[in-house]
């Protein structure tokens, strides 16, 4: 355990993956690690509304799913180590806090595919991203074939994932596949900006982004209205109006 550092600034915290002699690999533990905190910051009391997730060193964000540790896995055991990654990434997708993977270096495979489901991606200029899934006998499995086309295209997709292709950081960039292309400061900069607007009107615009675009235009355009409803009761709706016309910064309180 402890291959997870975990460092509070306030309002958000970075995550930093602490394996950089295995290029910071999921490993079980890792995996299980990442699962736990996902779940404390979910909980009611928790006032962490950003996290900044990124990797050891300068080398790699995350060289994708432990090869080593894969080695000696029944099938039975990769189904379950997969099974756990799905459910880690869909509770990134699913939290309330807003994910900035800021991508140090390479991001292959199940790393690629945990950027993925961050919500915004920052990446250092020498970054590599990459599904190198079908270049090992398997494909993407933690999402990578329906998170990568919803974010750059059906076609592009095709192409990267049957190439097993690595994508820089200007490309990527073009395509759509990454936000930006910075330095950890500007991830922690935008963490903080994130933390500083109203928390439940940030936890509702993505509940409204995440789950409305698998719908159908009107059943989605519902559902914003749902989570635009429930933003009317809140008492930062009354103090974003307040401090608005006292020309002075909002005090958010997350009710
Ligand atoms: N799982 C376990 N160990 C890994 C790993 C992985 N996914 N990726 C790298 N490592 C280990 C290497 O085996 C090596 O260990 P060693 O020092 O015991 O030999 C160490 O990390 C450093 O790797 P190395 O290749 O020497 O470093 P590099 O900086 O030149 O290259 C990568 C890093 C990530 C580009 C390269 O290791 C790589 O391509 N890894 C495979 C990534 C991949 O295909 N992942 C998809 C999994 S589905």
Redesign the pocket.
């Known amino acids: 355990m402890d291959a997870l550092k975990i460092e509070s600034a306030g309002a958000f915290e970075q995550w930093t993956l602490e394996r950089e002699?295995?290029?910071n690999?999921?490993s079980r533990g890792l995996v299980e690690e990442l699962k736990q905190h996902v779940i404390r910051i979910s909980e009611a009391e928790s006032c962490v509304r950003c996290v900044v997730l990124t990797g050891a060193g300068d080398?790699?964000f995350c060289?994708?799913?432990?090869?080593?540790?894969?080695q000696g896995m029944s099938v039975a055991e990769v189904r379950e180590f997969l099974q756990n990654l799905r459910e880690l990434f869909l509770s990134i997708e699913h939290s309330k806090a807003v994910f900035i993977a800021f991508l140090n270096?390479?991001a292959?495979?199940?790393?690629a595919e945990l950027a993925l489901a961050c919500d915004i991606r920052i990446a250092a200029g020498h970054v590599?991203l990459?599904l190198?899934?079908v270049?090992?006998g398997?494909i993407?499995g933690g999402g990578g074939t329906q998170r990568l086309p919803r974010l750059v295209g059906i076609g592009k997709a095709k192409e990267l994932i049957f190439c097993g292709r690595r994508v820089g950081a200007e490309e990527a960039l073009r395509i759509g596949l990454i936000e930006g292309v910075g330095v950890l400061a500007d991830a922690r900069a935008m963490a903080l900006n994130i933390s500083e607007n109203a928390p439940l009107a940030v936890a509702f615009a993505k509940k409204a982004i995440v789950q409305g675009v698998h719908l159908p235009l009107e059943e989605a355009l519902g559902l914003e209205l749902q989570m635009y409803e429930q933003t009317l009761e809140t008492e930062d709706r009354l103090e974003g109006l307040k401090a608005f016309s006292e020309k002075r910064p909002p005090r958010f309180v997350g009710r």
């Open positions: 002699p295995m290029r690999a999921l080398k790699a060289a994708g799913a432990d090869l080593k540790e894969r270096g390479v292959f495979g199940g790393g590599q990459a190198t899934e270049r090992l398997i993407p």
